[in-house]
């Protein structure tokens, strides 16, 4: 057997032994990343507080919006207290952001009906909230409403 007919079998072998796809969410199937900074920063901003875009980029881009508050609260001096009404509102502005901006991607459906075709699970990876999630998802039109 010739080393590219060996090649040409492992690939074909392990395209048999997939059974799921895993996507992340923000970023990869949703361009996201913008709408939660805008969203956390305009809840922080109600009490005096914000992140800047290098801080975001270098540090807080990624994490959860608790450990970025907790994070504020260490380093700048945020108070605890104001945590659960900021995350409130972060929510609130999040879901905002995507029911304004949050639009199909024909090409990531069709990539989604071919996988569903061939019979593999599909699985969306995040750290937003589920319903954070499955919004995007719906107005993205990769899951049925």
Known sequence: MHRL????????????????????LDGVLVDAIEWHYEALNKALSLFGHGI??????????????????DHLTKERGLPKSLHNIIYEMKQIYTTDFINKCCRPDFQKQL??????KRGLKIGVCSNSIRETLQLMLKKSNLIEE
């Open 111 to 116: 990539l989604f009906k071919a996988l569903k």
């Open 52 to 69: 800047d875009r290098q801080s975001h980029l270098s540090f807080y881009n990624g994490l959860p919006t608790k450990v970025k508050l």
């Open 5 to 24: 007919d060996r090649e040409c079998s492992r690939i074909l072998l392990l395209l048999f032994m997939i059974k799921a796809v895993l996507f992340d």
